[in-house]
């Protein structure tokens, strides 16, 4: 069976008349005719009884139905495939993020990445941003997104700047440093940093601190804001993933000189990798989103 005559076949199905499935076909009476007759003969089976100018399906005919519409379907999947690789088109991205940026962010563009490129098979990774070079590296991932700003051992990967994301030094608006005036470094440090844990090149777990052990670690920002918004201790923190939180009066930037640092979102690749149309597309997304984040 050829997807030609499965379509003619199940067209003439629904339709009932050969006149009617020609019209809606574009094709001529002649041209289904023929090809239903071929159809019967390959399979020597008769599917439809005639009589004059009237056609009724057989009960084999509608048995075999649901096989023939799971027959087109499974080529005409094949066949859309094969046209987004010719396109450029990916069949598959793996792509590895931090959650810098709020998770409405990007819930809205998965779900408008699967509208465009519904055929395109995606997977994400959260991971923190020190851990994505090595995962670009590993060829574990595709692409990772995010801000990984360690340049130096990674000389083999390709490093795109997509924006720049404001860090804010904050906590709680009831902690003890919010009451200060002025804080100096020496107060900080009396009291917890919560902040990132990450798997360093020994595959160990360690903090993204020195010279202090009064710290709280974990691998997401997220977790570190909501450990801060409880109390936990202060943290260098995003300021897209922290916006609601600083209008609602939750959190507050503390009052030292250098409470806002401005550091960069890359996506990274292997170096030469070729960016395929969704890769590019979610590019994009980024940038544009980052262009205004940190406005709002």
Same mark, same amino acid.
């Given at each position: 069976m050829r997807t030609d005559q499965a379509e003619i076949f199940l067209t003439v199905l629904e339709e009932e008349s050969i006149a009617a499935a020609a019209r809606r076909l574009g094709r001529s009476r002649t041209t289904l005719s023929t090809a239903l007759s071929a159809l019967e003969d390959e399979l020597g089976a008769s599917l439809f009884d005639r009589s004059g100018n009237e056609l009724?399906?057989?009960?084999?005919?509608?048995s075999i139905q649901p096989d023939c519409l799971r027959f087109l379907q499974a080529y005409r999947r094949v066949a859309a495939r094969c046209d987004q690789e010719r396109q450029g088109v990916e069949v598959a991205l793996r792509i590895a993020r931090d959650d810098a940026l709020p998770e409405s962010f990007w819930r809205?563009?998965?779900?408008?990445?699967?509208?465009?490129?519904?055929?395109?098979?995606?997977?994400?990774?959260?991971?923190p941003p020190?851990?994505?070079?090595?995962l670009v590296e590993n060829q574990a991932v595709d692409l990772a997104l995010g801000l990984a700003g360690d340049r130096d051992n990674y000389e083999q990967l390709d490093y795109q700047e997509l924006g720049q994301v404001s860090l804010l030094t904050v906590a709680a608006s009831s902690h003890p440093l919010c009451r200060l005036s002025v804080v100096m470094p020496e107060d900080l440090r009396s009291e917890t940093q919560v902040t990132l844990a990450y798997m360093d090149e020994q595959e160990? *777990?360690?903090?993204?601190?020195?010279?202090? =052990?009064?710290?709280?670690?974990?691998?997401?920002?997220?977790?570190?804001? @909501? !450990?801060?918004?409880?109390?936990?201790?202060?943290?260098? *923190?995003?300021?897209?993933?922290?916006?609601? =939180?600083?209008?609602?009066?939750?959190?507050?930037?503390?009052?030292?000189? @250098? !409470?806002?640092q401005w550091q960069a979102c890359y996506l990274l690749q292997i170096n030469g990798s070729l960016q395929g149309k969704v890769a590019s597309w979610l590019k994009q997304q980024l940038i544009n989103y980052l262009a205004t984040a940190n406005l709002l």
């Open positions: 009724q399906p057989t009960g084999l005919a509608w809205q563009t998965m779900r408008d990445l699967k509208d465009k490129f519904p055929l395109t098979g995606v997977s994400v990774y959260l991971a020190q851990e994505l070079p090595a160990e *777990l360690v903090p993204e601190i020195l010279g202090s =052990a009064n710290y709280l670690a974990l691998t997401q920002f997220e977790l570190i804001r @909501d !450990a801060v918004l409880e109390g936990s201790g202060w943290a260098h *923190l995003p300021r897209p993933l922290i916006a609601d =939180a600083l209008a609602a009066g939750q959190l507050r930037v503390l009052r030292k000189a @250098d !409470a806002s």
